[in-house]
Each structure stands twice: as C-alpha cells, then as structure tokens.
C-alpha cells in the first residue's frame, strides 16, 4: 500500500552488466525507500554503482533483478515524471534556454496553450535566477548557468520525484556553492521527493533529509543510513557552526575512510538508519 | 607595420607562375599540339567577353553553358540528397540495415559514372534522365555516409534527453537527431556536390547535352583545343566555387 513513507521503494536492486569474464553484478540487493518530500542523497567512493542505481531509477536502464515502485507503480522506462539533472547539462546546443525547458513543459503539459507553457518556463527559469540569459543558446552560458538551466527543466516538468546525479561534479568550488543554494532555495519551495548522487559530504549534509552512504562495488549496497536533523530553511554559515554539523560530516567521512568495503549482513535497521522525516512523514527502512 | 601577406597571397602566386612557366615550354617543346596562353586567350576570348552570347545549340558563351550544367547537376545533385539524407538516417539508426547494406555500398561507391550512364540509358531510354540516374546515384554515397556516421555519433547524453522527456519518435528526430546530425550532413552534401559536380563532365561528354563538358568534347572533336582548355578551367572554376560555398555553409551548421 501506498503511504507517505514509501512513495518511492527500491526493493532488492540488482544491476549486472555483460563483460567478457561473465556477468559483472556492480549492484545486488540495494534496498531504500524514500518518503515523499524527502531529500536523500546518495554518497560512495567513485564507482561504486551510484549512477548505476540512479539511471535504473530514472529508467534509462533496466534493473536485472528487484523492482523500484514509484508513487505505486512500478518504473517502467523513463519519462517526464521523474526530473533528471545530469552531471553534464545536457542541453540540447541548437535551442536557447527557454526552448531547452519548453521541449520538457510541451511534453507534461501538451494541452496548455503556447502563451501558458511560456510562462511555465520562463517562472522556472528566473527561479534558477536565469531572468535576463532567457533567450541564451548553452554556448553563451557559462557551465554554472547551464546546469542552472538543466535544474530549471527539471522543477519544470513539476515531476514525481527528482533524481541528480552529481549536478555540480563539473562545476569549480565557488560555482558549486552557489547552485547548491539556488538548489536548496528552488527545493524547498516545492518539497519534491529528491534523491541525489553526490561524492562532496558538505553537499549531502547541507541537502539532504538522510544521507545513504553505498558500500564498495563490486555487489555494492545500502552500507550505512545517516539522518541529518537540521530543521530547514538551512544555512550554510549557521549550520557549519553547530557541532551537531561536524558529528555528522564526521560520521559520513568514518564510513567512507573504514566502513565502506564491510558488506552489512543484514540491512541497518537501528535507530541511526530511521530517516529525519521531512514535513511531518515517517519512514521506515 | 602591415606584414606582407607572404602565406596565403605570394605563394599561390608562385606556383601559378611555375604551372603557367611550365606550359609555355611544354607547347612550344614536346607538345606541339597544346595550344600556348596566349593562342587560348585569342580564341577564347568571344566566349568569355561575351558570356552569355547564344550563337547556336553547341556555341554560346561560356557562363551560359555553365548555366545549363549546374541546372542539370542541381537536378541530380537535389535527387541524390532526397535520396541519400535519409538512407543514412536509416543505416546510421539501425545496425542491422547497416550490416545488411554497407557491404553493397562499399560495392557501389567506386563505380565510375563512365559505367552507369549506359545502364540509365538502358533504363530510362532519354539522355537528361539517364544523366540524372548517374549523377544522383555517384554523388549519394557521402550523403550516405556521412549522414549514418552523424547519426551514430549523436551523444548518449542528448538521447537521454529525450528518453526522460519521453519525446516522440518524430519529436526525438526533428528536435534532437536532425539538428545534432547536421553539420555531419552538411559535409556530406558538400562533399556529394563535388562529385555531382564531376560527373556532370563526364555525362555531357557521353550525351553530346549542350554544357560545360558536352562544348569540351564537340570542340575536341572540331580540333579547336583551345576550348580544351577553356572548359576545363571553367570546371575547375565553378568546382571551386561551389566548394567553397557549400563550405561556408557547412561551417555555419558546425558552429551553431
Ligand atoms: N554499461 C556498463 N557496462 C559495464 N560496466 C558498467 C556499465 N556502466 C557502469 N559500469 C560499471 O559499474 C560500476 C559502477 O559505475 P557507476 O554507477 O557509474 O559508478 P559511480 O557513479 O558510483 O561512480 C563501474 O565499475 C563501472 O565500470
Ligand atoms: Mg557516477
């Protein structure tokens, strides 16, 4: 049944890949559910299968074994109700900013007239602070202002849940704080269900509901679940501040330095692993 | 101070010189036959001062008889990429279309138009359409070509795209594949140009149409070689020319 709880579960994921020496199974068994409204981040060393269970969520691949229920119903391919922002923009280059996010408007909203679509975008648009760059193409945007864009065409497929996968990985440190802003400022107005791959810890903490940190591949899973219960609207400057901040940061980093190549047994069920429920929700691992 | 544009001006120059400097001796040593520079230019003069004088079906002024080839080769040129541009969106988006018919392409491309002008007259009877058959299909294959390798090279990234947006099979063409294989289609058609451009000589010399290369082959029949060489540079020309014009296009489509 559906609740608030487990708007989004991922139940036993498997993810194998063909390679000359037999199957590859880089993800088995990976187990989360999401709360509506909830923030996740994912985070684990490099390779570890975090953009494998991302794109399997997105539904650009196909899971060899489990199931992911989104909203209940079960994924099946990709589509407009779930926001991608890719690590590259991936802006179209031959259309303008607003033309980018109008190709995703016209898709969830075919019906509405031109004029309402046009303003769909262009409200998302200056959202992501993109006001007077409108009519831009990608090549006159600088790389944080694309992946402004690429932000803006995800709020604006008002989708299900939100997946990111390392947004700002390309982006240079200073850049990286200011779209980790405009992020948080842009999702906090609309509470969407998010799960986000990142490798930075400041990032997830300063994001995210809960963190879940992977362990290593090959086989790698859900090792560890940290909750973050910073009340929100967050601020960086007064979070970094609270001990509290630092227990956590410290928490994720330990896992990362000793823990992240120990297979857990048995998936973390203790009071740690409970989520930091967003908007009143609870859920349950 | 302004620097002597040594590169691109002076040594063209010079290789000009050393070809014309070559011709001069050869005319007038081993080849007694070769019209000098100067003979050319006396006999060639009517033609090009008067460009698109009409004195008769096989002697009118040379930007005239330009005209009539370029209508021809646009024809053909026009069939193949109708033709082409979507043949290779087909083997450029199905693996097993390529495997099926690389083979026979590869086959195909290094037939000479000396070869298929007489299976289009076979085919269609009339000269214009036979000359049509050849030139479309020897100039297809880089529009081919290029086309499918264009399709094959559209970034996982912009596909992705139009998975998540879940765009339409016509959407995820016109708005993503087209616009991402069109500066690879561009060289294809500039490059199809050239060869359409080619062919055309050849397939007047063969039909006897009125044209750059059916002048050449009258005049080499009424031994007035001095319109050899008119011709042949005025194909060299406008060959040129459209090179440059379609690159200058083509540029455009990779920029943007
Ligand atoms: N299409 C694929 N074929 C084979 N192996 C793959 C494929 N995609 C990813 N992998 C492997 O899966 C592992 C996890 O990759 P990925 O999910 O991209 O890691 P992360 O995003 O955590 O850095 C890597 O070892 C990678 O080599
Ligand atoms: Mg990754």
New binding site residues.
């Given amino acids: 049944m559906l609740t608030d709880s487990n708007y989004l579960e991922i139940w036993n994921l498997t993810?194998s890949?063909?390679?000359p020496k037999g199957p590859?199974t880089?993800?088995k068994g990976f187990q989360l559910n999401v709360a509506r409204g909830e923030f996740v981040s994912?985070i684990?060393?490099?390779?570890?299968?975090?953009?494998?269970?991302?794109?399997m969520i997105a539904g650009l691949?196909e899971p060899t074994s489990g199931g992911i229920i989104l909203a209940g119903r079960e994924i099946d391919g990709a589509g407009p109700d779930r926001g991608v922002v890719f690590q590259a923009p991936c802006l179209l280059p031959w259309m303008t900013a607003f033309d980018n996010v109008l190709l995703g408007v016209q898709q969830v909203k075919p019906d509405a007239s031109r004029a309402e679509q046009g303003d769909i975008v262009k409200h998302y648009l200056e959202l992501v602070g993109l006001a007077d760059a409108i009519h831009k193409r990608p090549a006159e945007l600088s790389g944080g202002m694309r992946q402004r864009v690429g932000i803006a065409r995800a709020f604006a497929l008002s989708p299900k849940m939100l997946l990111l996968?390392?947004p700002f990985g390309m982006l240079d440190a200073l850049t990286r704080l200011e779209l980790q802003e405009v992020l948080l400022e842009v999702w906090s107005q609309h509470q969407m269900t998010a799960v986000m791959?990142t490798?930075d810890v400041d990032e997830a903490v300063l994001l995210s509901d809960r963190v879940v940190m992977?362990t290593n591949?090959?086989e790698?899973q859900v090792g560890e679940i940290v909750k973050v219960p910073f009340a929100r609207p967050r601020d960086r400057i007064h979070l970094m501040e609270t001990t509290a901040y630092e227990d956590v940061r410290d928490e994720l980093l330990s896992f990362l330095e000793e823990r992240a190549h120990i297979k857990p047994s048995i998936p973390t069920t203790d009071e740690d692993a409970r989520p930091a429920p967003a908007a009143g929700s609870t859920v349950s691992c | 101070m302004k620097r002597f544009p040594f590169d691109w001006l002076a040594l063209p120059l010079v290789g000009l010189i050393a070809v014309g400097l070559l011709w001069v001796i050869s005319c007038s040593t081993w080849a007694p036959n070769l019209p000098s520079p100067v003979k050319t230019w006396e006999m060639s003069r009517p033609y090009i001062v008067e460009p698109f004088a009409k004195r008769g079906e096989l002697d009118q002024g040379v930007l005239r008889f330009t005209w009539y080839s370029l209508i021809l080769v646009s024809k053909g040129y026009f069939i193949a990429i109708l033709i082409g541009t979507p043949l290779g969106f087909l083997l450029g988006s199905s693996k097993t279309l390529t495997m099926m018919f690389d083979p026979i392409i590869q086959f195909l491309k290094p037939v000479s138009p000396l070869a298929w002008l007489p299976l289009g007259l076979v085919l269609f009877g009339k000269s214009e359409p036979a000359a049509l058959f050849t030139i479309a299909l020897c100039s297809m294959w880089p529009t081919v070509v290029n086309t499918a390798v264009g399709v094959r090279a559209v970034p996982q990234d912009y596909l992705n795209v139009a998975r998540v947006l879940k765009l339409s099979k016509f959407k995820t063409l016109t708005k993503v594949l087209f616009p991402a294989t069109l500066p690879y289609m561009f060289t294809g058609f500039r490059l199809s140009l050239g060869i359409a451009w080619l062919v055309i000589v050849a397939c007047e010399m063969l039909i006897g149409t009125p044209g750059v290369g059916g002048f050449l082959w009258q005049e080499y029949n009424s031994l007035i070689y001095e319109h050899i060489i008119l011709c042949i540079l005025t194909i060299g020309c406008v060959g040129f020319i459209l090179d440059r014009l379609m690159g200058i296009v083509e540029r455009r489509f990779a920029a943007a």
């Avoid at chain 1, 490099?46 to 794109?55: A, M, P, Q, R, Y």
Wanted: aromatic residues 4%.
């Fill in positions: 993810k890949f063909p390679t590859a880089v993800v994912l684990g060393h490099s390779g570890c299968g975090k953009s494998t269970v991302l794109s691949s996968d390392e791959v490798h992977m591949g090959p790698a």
